[in-house]
Structure formats: structure tokens, C-alpha cells
């Protein structure tokens, strides 16, 4: 099947499917056909590829996938968009109707293609929050990649989620509007740079990768958006070179909370002088001044 690129055909398939665009659910349908293969393009995957997209929508990255010969799984919440999708997907594209932010990846991501057949449509086992495979998880050790147009209200947060549940996904090509990329590429030391920053850098490395232009999209948003690529470390790496993931969470949460305060001040009675001299890092500083590496060393003398 083919898709049509151009905000006229997809306000007409969107009437003829009696759906609007939800801003609830940050649907943003991409209406260029040369903006899809970029993102095809930039996400570098080879015929090994197994991917998942995360809002399909009406399928335009979905199809252009799928043209390009690699087996997608499409995880869309909307369920009228993921019946629709699956009833004109071809073979290689698998429709879960699932809100993203309530699904177990790592569960997921380790089942066989073909089990994943086996999992409800609309209905899943929910355990602490999060939808999982239950007995129906196989055998799966090759990864994932992540190619998508995220809903914009929810990327950041998906981001990190995904980043905290599995090491199963090793690669995110993702559109997210420009304040999001911005804030999630950024380094310590820039006005951008905050707690989603630092918990995605403890997992992975992210780079905006292209700019992309509101005007591509129905109903056009309110701001530009970015391509992000954001690779993930490995296991070993950060085994070897960071401390409890927790911990850092906690004195970074901590901090941040009360970002303009020195950090003698915010974590006042967390941590001590000769904790911060041990660490190597003046108790001066601000939160935004400390990049992965030091929130990890200060980690190491915390105690909780």
C-alpha cells in the first residue's frame, strides 16, 4: 500500500476513518514523503534490522519501512489508527494496540517474532503498571532499533523509560520537537541541561542529527522539530564506569529540584565536605555544572 504525502490526502483519510488528530495523544502526522526517507535514511539499518516504531499513526514511516524490506513492530495507542494500521500492514509489519508508557520492553523485546503473533491485540497482562509478555516471552537475543515520530507529549519520558527497562533497544532514531532534542542532547554546563539530560547520558549518548520543519506535519504543531540519534552503551560500559544508577538518580533528583541553589545547599545533610572532596568536586557547584561522571563519583560516597 502505498501512502500519500500531502495534508489534503491525509485530512481526507483521517474524515474518511472519522478520526481527529487527538492533542491528548501529541498526534502529528508527517505529510512529506522526503522527510520519511530521510529518517529511514539517517537510522543507518541494515537487512538484520529489527525495529520498532513507537505512533505509527497512519503508517507513512511505518509503509516506507517496510518497502525498505525490514520487519516492523508498531506500537500505537490510538486504537482505531492500529486497527486501521493492521488491517493494511503488509506481512512484514506486526500492529500492537498499546499505550507505549505501559509496556514492559524488555519482556517484549525478548520474544521471537513469531510469538509476538501471540500476544492479544488490545488486551495485555498489566503487572506493576506495565503491560508484559507473560508465558508467552521465546527466545530473542538480537536487539532493536527504535525509528519513529514520537508523540511529541510524551518523548522525553518515553525516552528515559525505555533507556531504564531494557539494553534490548541499543539504538533511538526518533523525530521530537526541538526543546525536547535540545534538552535531551545537551552537555553539563548549558542552559538546556537537566535531569532527563543526565539520566539518558548515564544509558547512552544523544545528537540531534537533522532539523525538521513543522510545516511537514497535519495539524502543523507550534514548533520545529529535530531528529535525534541516541545510541546506547553497553552493559560492561557502564558497569565499569558508573556507580548505582539509583543513587545518582536520588542526588541528582534531589539537586535539580532546586536547580539554582548551590550544591552544599540543596543536599545539605545528604552529603558532607569530605564527600565532595573525595569526589573531587567543590560544593560550590550547581547541578547543571556536573556532567555524568561526577554525579557518579559524588554517588560513591553516598550512603543511603
Wanted: aromatic letters at 8%; hydrophobic letters at 40%; charged letters at 25%.
Amino acid at each position: 500500500m502505498s501512502y500519500k504525502f500531502n495534508p489534503r490526502s491525509v485530512q481526507e483519510e483521517l474524515a474518511a476513518k472519522e478520526i481527529r488528530p487527538s492533542k491528548a495523544l501529541g498526534q502529528n502526522f508527517v505529510c512529506d514523503k522526503n522527510t520519511v526517507d530521510k529518517i529511514v535514511s539517517l537510522s543507518g539499518l541494515n537487512k538484520d534490522s529489527q525495529v520498532i516504531e513507537i505512533g505509527p499513526g497512519l503508517g507513512a514511516l511505518t509503509f516506507a519501512l517496510a518497502d525498505a524490506s525490514f520487519r516492523v513492530l508498531a506500537v500505537e495507542k490510538d486504537p482505531r489508527l492500529a486497527e486501521s494500521l493492521a488491517k493494511t500492514a503488509p506481512p512484514s509489519v506486526k500492529v500492537l494496540a498499546r499505550d507505549a508508557l505501559e509496556v514492559d520492553w524488555d519482556s517484549l523485546c525478548a520474544m521471537s517474532w513469531s510469538d509476538i503473533d501471540l500476544l492479544p491485540f488490545k488486551e495485555g497482562k498489566v503487572k506493576n503498571g506495565f503491560v508484559s509478555a507473560g508465558n508467552h516471552a521465546g527466545q530473542n537475543d538480537r536487539s532493536w532499533v527504535l525509528v519513529a515520530n514520537l508523540p511529541y507529549n510524551i518523548a522525553a519520558q518515553l525516552i528515559i523509560s525505555i533507556l531504564e527497562q531494557t539494553d534490548r533497544i541499543t539504538e533511538m532514531h526518533v523525530m521530537v520537537q526541538k526543546e525536547v532534542g535540545a534538552r535531551l542532547s545537551s552537555k553539563a554546563g548549558s542552559k538546556e541541561y537537566g535531569i532527563s539530560a543526565l539520566k539518558l547520558s548515564y544509558f547512552a549518548e544523544a545528537k540531534i542529527v537533522a532539523k525538521v520543519s513543522r510545516e511537514i506535519f497535519f495539524p502543523k504543531p507550534n514548533i520545529d522539530s529535530v531528529m535525534i540519534r541516541v545510541k546506547r552503551r553497553s552493559t560492561e560500559e557502564i558497569k565499569t564506569n558508573f556507580s548505582e544508577y539509583k543513587s545518582i538518580g536520588y542526588l541528582a533528583v534531589k539537586a535539580f529540584s532546586q536547580r539554582r541553589k548551590m550544591l552544599r545547599h540543596s543536599l545539605k545533610n545528604v552529603l558532607s565536605e569530605e564527600d565532595y572532596a573525595a569526589a573531587s568536586i567543590s560544593s560550590s557547584s550547581r547541578p547543571e555544572e556536573l556532567d555524568i561522571n561526577a554525579w557518579s563519583r559524588l554517588a560513591k560516597c553516598y550512603n543511603y
